[in-house]
Nanobody, 123 residues
Framework: EVQLVESGGGLVQPGGSLRLSCGAS????????MSWVRQAPGKGLEWVSA????????SYLDSVKGRFTISRDNARNTLSLQMNSLNPEDTAVYYC????????????????WGQGTQVTVSS
């Protein structure tokens, strides 16, 4: 079965950095775009970033542009999110998610999700 497992979350001070990782299995990882989605306390789900299957095209939520970098290693079936200059508004559970469409720009939906990893930015 499809499995997505996030790691790398934790407690960090404002201005600090964290690198999240997601290990994928149960599908041909290199065929699919992947995304990061987050949920802050008391808030709904918020899409953060996506990367195409080849690891070339990237998209970001406006509020994280210039601070976050999404990447993938298809040889190792891993997705990453490098987060720099973190602020308290970045506090959330971060989820790794598989895109269910081969054309996610026109038909975006996630068909599998990881369990999430907690990121807390505290002053």
């Amino acid at each position: 079965e499809v499995q997505l497992v996030e790691s790398g979350g934790g407690l960090v001070q404002p201005g600090g950095s964290l690198r999240l990782s997601c290990g994928a299995s149960g599908f041909t990882f290199s065929n699919y775009a992947m995304s990061w989605v987050r949920q802050a306390p008391g808030k709904g789900l918020e899409w953060v970033s996506a990367i195409d299957s080849e690891g070339i095209g990237r998209s970001y939520l406006d509020s994280v542009k210039g601070r976050f970098t999404i990447s993938r290693d298809n040889a190792r079936n891993t997705l990453s999110l490098q987060m720099n200059s973190l602020n308290p508004e970045d506090t959330a559970v971060y989820y790794c998610a598989k895109e269910g469409s081969y054309d996610p720009r026109t038909w975006p939906y996630r068909d599998y999700w990881g369990q999430g990893t907690q990121v807390t930015v505290s002053s």
